[in-house]
């Protein structure tokens, strides 16, 4: 029998967004908006966030014009003074918003703050390319949020705000994705034409990144895609000495047993001395059979690889060396990933 605190124990180390939204929305998105009290202009910038269990979104947006109605909205709504209405003119509007999936009722859980000192919470649902949320503030007021994917790199939104004297204050937007931020989870690719790998010979080369020991059996997506959000807050760093601004999954095996280390980073040239948290390992030199694939479809691909294809190839597959996926620049989200097999180099046909 649970006792009272185990029953209402709160949820534990839920798991990582991996639903198609939140890989879709990640990225830096520029836009323009008006209404009939206003307009304005700004980017948002929206990662994954606390071992991606969260996606954080940072706005900032200049007011191109205001209206006498919108500021009397503000004033009303927002409780603003006619001297933060004028600093809200010459500074513009700055917002930070969490969200994330309650994992009892499935809806998107939301939290607004904003330079207005304004506060919200909100709560709504996805459904096929559209989300639609319900915001409700710390100073009475309510409004519903309605942002749909258009394509792959635009988005509308449009928010309806209740007034007092029982109209509705609309405002409408578009916004086009300006930058892809990295996440391997995140990438929509064409799948490849065919199944059949290149035989290449690559020299070895150096990878820095996070390291992570690995176990049969906790290879998840889950998994992957929390190592890829701690990645993304070194990214930049990494960047800096990168040599093809291109990204490495190198799975180096490590025991009989099917323990690896899984290296997410990037090819750098030598760096001394290696930034704290951060570490470098070498990918020998080797032969390897290439196999292109979109991201979702990795799964799938290796179990094709050593499945179908080990056993009729003639190729024996060297299990001494690392394998590892090479993604593409985050800003090319057409190329395919390309997974590296080790191969011994003599043929039995």
Wanted: some cysteine.
């Amino acid at each position: 029998m649970k006792t009272t605190t185990e029953a209402k124990r709160p949820m534990f180390n839920p798991p990582p967004l991996d639903d198609d939204w939140s890989r879709w929305i990640v990225g830096e998105w520029e836009g323009s908006g008006e209404s009939d009290t206003g307009q304005g202009k700004g980017v948002e910038r929206i990662e994954f966030a606390l071992h991606g269990q969260f996606l954080i979104c940072r706005g900032e947006a200049q007011i191109t014009e205001i209206t006498p109605e919108h500021a009397d909205y503000l004033r009303r709504n927002m409780h603003a003074s006619d001297e933060e209405i004028e600093r809200f003119k010459r500074t513009g509007y700055q917002s930070l918003q969490l969200f994330t999936i309650d994992q009892t009722t499935g809806e998107v859980v939301g939290y607004l703050f904003d330079s207005l000192r304004c506060i919200a919470t909100g709560r709504g649902k996805r459904e096929g390319n559209r989300e639609t949320m319900n915001w409700e503030w710390a100073t009475g007021h309510k409004s519903t949020r309605i942002t749909e994917k258009v394509s792959d790199d635009k988005m509308v939104v449009i928010q309806r705000t209740p007034m007092p004297d029982g109209s509705v204050m609309e405002e409408k937007g578009e916004s086009v994705r300006r930058k892809a931020t990295f996440s391997p989870s995140a990438k929509t690719v064409n799948p490849p034409s065919t199944s059949q790998p290149t035989i290449i010979r690559r020299e070895k080369f150096l990878v820095m990144g996070l390291l992570t020991r690995m176990t049969p059996g906790t290879e998840s997506g889950e998994k992957f895609t929390s190592i890829w959000s701690e990645f993304e807050t070194h990214r930049e760093q990494i960047k800096l000495q990168s040599t093809d601004q291109k990204y490495y999954g190198v799975s180096f095996p490590t025991a009989a047993d099917g323990r690896f280390d899984y290296l997410a980073g990037m090819a750098i040239t030598p760096v001394q001395p290696i930034p704290a948290g951060l570490v470098v390992r070498e990918v020998p030199a080797a032969t390897y059979a290439v196999f292109a694939c979109p991201v979702p479809a990795i799964g799938q691909t290796k179990r094709y690889i050593f499945g179908e294809w080990r056993a009729k190839s003639g190729y024996q597959v060297d299990n001494s060396a690392p394998a590892f996926e090479q993604y593409p620049p985050a800003e090319d989200t057409k190329a395919p990933v390309l997974i590296h097999i080790p191969v011994l180099e003599q043929a039995a046909k």
